[in-house]
């Protein structure tokens, strides 16, 4: 008799070993009734297998109280997946067989679940002193003066997280504080979050979501999106400075009077969030359809074109009509699939706007709560230009020549003398409101009124 288990009555008379020899030969294939009449087992048993006693491992012990381990006779053909697991004979814990690619069910038992908990806990701590040991050591911070205006802004958009607490990191893009996105994709979000960190403006927090980085790669970062930021920036001498104090300053420069020196990168971030809120719009729309949008780099040469003349809003309108055809190219097994029909969205809206300049119409669209307005976006319109919702409703292009141009740029460039003596004209339109830049052997220029950029090589004449 085993020390751990009675032995029902109908199989007092058996040995261990002629126990163990009925069960293999049932788990072989032969009957039970067979089975229970050569062994001389009642008539009246009707299950061979409640009958036989529980298996005690001669090898698996309980981790805490040192006692062999049991499981239930399983029935012939059960898989073992869905076998008994071993139960220690004292306390809750098991231990399951290997399954399937050699997996295994973790146990749940108290002691389990305590080990498990100082094993992650034990795991978070190595964790931790290994972002420390990346992260930890401060960088010098980056002098206020220093800054563009679009790393301005963008360090604005940050630290208007919707965080009330106000701690000295900035939330997550992914906080659930915050209401709306940096900017219009998650892909140009994390774009401007790699090119702050890279500048130095911005420091990871070294009480960020470890799960945010690549533990396998030296903790590089794999998502910029949960990851804290520390703002390092010195508004006066060497220091970084506080939370508020950055964000006062910054607030107090971007809300007032705009500058001369803000010229080119403010009219690159009116057409780049312009571009990239039409761009996720095509894509919404392809993805109503079940289109996968391959045709990505033909429809940013496409909307950069179009928003000279047309509004976002207005594109809006050309991309559900490109779309609407596209799909009906599909439907109609005109098209060589459904890239070949996403394809032509880009030709499509270039066709309709051509018609729309020929016979000069204009059809706008409302907002879609499905390309929600950005904080970047918020902040340009409404605190820097105060000028709201003419990021939408107004053409970027038409808004700059005449408007911005006008109000906040012409008089500076005719009262700078070095402007006044700059004999360089756009090769397209004549305009002198053009940016130049140069190098030893190129110089390179921007007209800031029909859009081209022109460059011109210098030569040297060899000698004989």
Same mark, same amino acid.
């Given at each position: 008799?085993?020390? #751990?288990?009675?032995?029902a009555?109908? =199989?007092?008379?058996? !040995?261990d070993?002629?126990?163990?020899q009925i069960?293999?030969?049932y788990?072989?294939?032969?009957? !039970?009734?067979a089975?229970?009449a050569e062994?001389?087992?009642p008539?009246?048993?009707?299950s061979?297998?409640?009958?036989?006693?529980p298996i005690v491992?001669?090898?698996l012990?309980?981790?805490y109280c040192?006692?062999p381990?049991w499981?239930?006779?399983?029935?012939?053909?059960?898989? =073992?997946s869905q076998?008994h697991?071993y139960?220690c =004979?004292?306390c809750?814990h +098991?231990?399951s067989?290997s399954?399937?690619h050699?997996?295994r069910?973790? *146990?749940?038992c108290p002691?389990c679940c %305590?080990?498990?908990?100082?094993q992650?806990a034990?795991q978070? $701590?190595r964790d931790r002193r290994?972002? $420390?040991?990346?992260?930890?050591i401060?960088?010098?911070?980056?002098?206020y !003066? /220093?800054?563009?205006?679009?790393?301005?802004?963008t360090?604005?958009a940050?630290?208007?997280d919707?965080?009330a607490?106000h701690p000295e990191w900035?939330?997550?893009l992914?906080a659930t504080s915050? &209401?709306?996105?940096l900017?219009?994709?998650v892909?140009a979000?994390? $774009?401007?979050?790699?090119s702050l960190?890279e500048?130095?403006?911005?420091? @990871?927090a070294?009480?960020?979501?470890?799960?945010?980085f690549?533990?396998?790669e030296?903790?590089? =970062? &794999?998502?910029y999106c949960?990851?804290?930021w520390?703002p390092? @920036?010195a508004?006066?001498?060497?220091?970084? *400075?506080n939370?508020?104090?950055l #964000?006062?300053t910054l607030?107090?420069e971007?809300s007032?009077d705009?500058?001369?020196?803000?010229k080119s990168e403010l009219y690159?971030?009116?057409?780049?969030?312009a571009?990239e809120?039409?761009? %996720?719009?095509?894509? @919404?729309?392809?993805?109503?359809?079940?289109?996968?949008?391959?045709a990505e780099?033909?429809?940013e040469?496409v909307?950069?074109?179009?928003l000279q003349?047309f509004?976002v809003s %207005?594109l #809006?309108y050309?991309? +559900?009509?490109?779309?609407k055809?596209a799909?009906?190219?599909?439907? /109609?097994g005109? !098209?060589?699939?459904r890239?070949?029909a996403s394809?032509?969205?880009p030709?499509?809206m270039l066709?309709?706007a %051509?018609d729309?300049?020929?016979?000069?119409w204009r059809?706008?669209?409302?907002r879609?709560?499905?390309?929600?307005?950005?904080?970047?976006h918020?902040?340009?319109y409404?605190?820097?230009l105060?000028d709201?919702?003419?990021?939408?409703?107004?053409?970027?292009?038409? #808004?700059? +020549?005449?408007e911005l141009?006008?109000?906040?740029?012409s008089?500076a460039a005719f009262?700078s003398?070095?402007?006044?003596?700059?004999?360089?004209?756009?090769?397209? *339109?004549? &305009?002198?409101n053009i940016?130049?830049s140069?190098?030893?052997?190129?110089?390179k220029?921007?007209?800031y009124?029909?859009?081209?950029v022109s460059k011109?090589?210098?030569?040297?004449?060899?000698?004989?």
């Amino acid at each position: 008799m085993h020390p #751990y288990f009675e032995r029902a009555e109908e =199989i007092a008379h058996l !040995s261990d070993d002629q126990i163990e020899q009925i069960y293999q030969r049932y788990l072989d294939g032969e009957k !039970s009734a067979a089975l229970l009449a050569e062994y001389q087992i009642p008539a009246t048993v009707r299950s061979l297998l409640k009958v036989l006693p529980p298996i005690v491992s001669q090898d698996l012990k309980c981790p805490y109280c040192d006692v062999p381990m049991w499981v239930r006779r399983h029935a012939r053909g059960t898989p =073992i997946s869905q076998r008994h697991p071993y139960k220690c =004979i004292r306390c809750e814990h +098991r231990y399951s067989a290997s399954a399937r690619h050699g997996r295994r069910m973790a *146990c749940t038992c108290p002691a389990c679940c %305590q080990v498990h908990q100082q094993q992650l806990a034990a795991q978070a $701590e190595r964790d931790r002193r290994e972002l $420390e040991s990346c992260f930890g050591i401060p960088s010098p911070a980056v002098p206020y !003066s /220093t800054l563009g205006f679009v790393q301005k802004l963008t360090l604005l958009a940050l630290l208007d997280d919707g965080n009330a607490n106000h701690p000295e990191w900035i939330a997550p893009l992914s906080a659930t504080s915050r &209401s709306e996105h940096l900017a219009p994709s998650v892909e140009a979000s994390e $774009e401007r979050l790699k090119s702050l960190h890279e500048a130095g403006v911005l420091a @990871v927090a070294t009480s960020s979501d470890i799960r945010a980085f690549d533990r396998t790669e030296g903790c590089t =970062i &794999s998502d910029y999106c949960a990851v804290r930021w520390q703002p390092n @920036v010195a508004l006066g001498g060497v220091a970084r *400075c506080n939370r508020e104090s950055l #964000y006062l300053t910054l607030y107090q420069e971007l809300s007032g009077d705009i500058q001369v020196a803000w010229k080119s990168e403010l009219y690159g971030l009116i057409f780049d969030l312009a571009r990239e809120e039409s761009l %996720q719009y095509i894509r @919404v729309l392809a993805n109503e359809v079940s289109f996968s949008f391959t045709a990505e780099a033909r429809a940013e040469t496409v909307v950069g074109q179009l928003l000279q003349d047309f509004s976002v809003s %207005q594109l #809006y309108y050309f991309a +559900r009509l490109a779309v609407k055809n596209a799909a009906h190219f599909y439907a /109609t097994g005109n !098209s060589k699939g459904r890239s070949h029909a996403s394809n032509t969205i880009p030709r499509n809206m270039l066709g309709t706007a %051509q018609d729309a300049l020929t016979r000069n119409w204009r059809k706008n669209a409302h907002r879609d709560s499905r390309v929600p307005q950005s904080a970047l976006h918020r902040l340009l319109y409404d605190v820097v230009l105060k000028d709201s919702g003419a990021g939408f409703s107004k053409s970027p292009g038409m #808004y700059w +020549r005449d408007e911005l141009v006008p109000q906040f740029f012409s008089r500076a460039a005719f009262d700078s003398d070095l402007l006044g003596h700059l004999r360089l004209f756009c090769r397209e *339109c004549d &305009s002198s409101n053009i940016d130049a830049s140069m190098d030893k052997l190129i110089l390179k220029t921007m007209c800031y009124d029909c859009a081209t950029v022109s460059k011109f090589r210098a030569f040297e004449e060899l000698p004989d």
